[in-house]
């Protein structure tokens, strides 16, 4: 049973370029070695233990009224809307978490800069069984989506008293395996994109 699981979650993880792990380029061809197959077996078959096996009958999360009515009732996307509507999906008090945008040099406009590494888009702060979420304002609305859903599947992780490494690719992994690979991998290369009279910004 384990076994076939990991298989169907396997082609999910093909779409998103997780195997080696991300890749570098949109257009890389697809590889894999025997360690990364068996990292990945092993983070779903811990994710199993610590979940249980997924309905097979269940479909993967869309970003649709069907899944996000808040986010979606609304002209513009915001995060507190898509807050509310992963807590419903992953069954978490929504009391428990808040949150706070907050602004960096990425907000100032008319001055260039060069960032050296992954910015940081959002981060969870848990303080005893409360979490709060800081998230970076210039985020657009398939990046704000996609790091959303991480944080909260370090929360989901949290709540269910499973004991892991804070690593992306881990988190990556539990988002799919709660059903949201779909959504990751329209997302996966967003990093946000913006410009203003001579200067560009991705």
Not at 80 to 108: C, G, H, Q, V
Not at 161 to 186: C, K, M, P
Request: charged share 25%; aromatic share 14%; hydrophobic share 35%.
């Amino acid at each position: 049973m384990v076994s076939e699981v990991s298989e169907e979650k396997l082609k999910t993880f093909r779409i998103m370029g997780l195997f080696g792990f991300i890749k570098k380029k949109k257009n890389a061809d697809f590889q894999i070695n025997e360690d990364d197959r068996i990292w990945v077996e092993e983070t779903i078959n811990f994710l199993i233990s610590g979940f249980g096996l997924p309905n097979k009958n269940s479909e993967l999360i869309s970003f649709s009224e069907k899944y996000f009515p808040n986010t979606l009732s609304n002209n513009k996307v915001n995060a507190e809307n898509i807050i509310k509507d992963l807590s419903d999906m992953l069954e978490l008090d929504a009391t428990k978490i808040s949150f706070e945008i907050y602004t960096d040099i990425r907000d100032i406009q008319n001055v260039p800069y060069e960032i050296d590494g992954v910015p940081l888009d959002t981060y969870t702060e848990k303080t005893g069984n409360e979490y709060k979420i800081y998230i970076a304002n210039s985020l657009n609305t398939g990046r704000l989506l996609s790091r959303l859903i991480r944080e909260f599947s370090y929360i989901k992780l949290c709540e269910n008293e499973l004991r892991f490494h804070i690593e992306d690719n881990f988190l990556y992994i539990t988002a799919v395996y709660l059903g949201f690979g779909t959504i990751l991998s329209q997302n996966f290369f967003d990093t946000g994109y913006s410009t203003d009279a001579f200067w560009e910004t991705r």
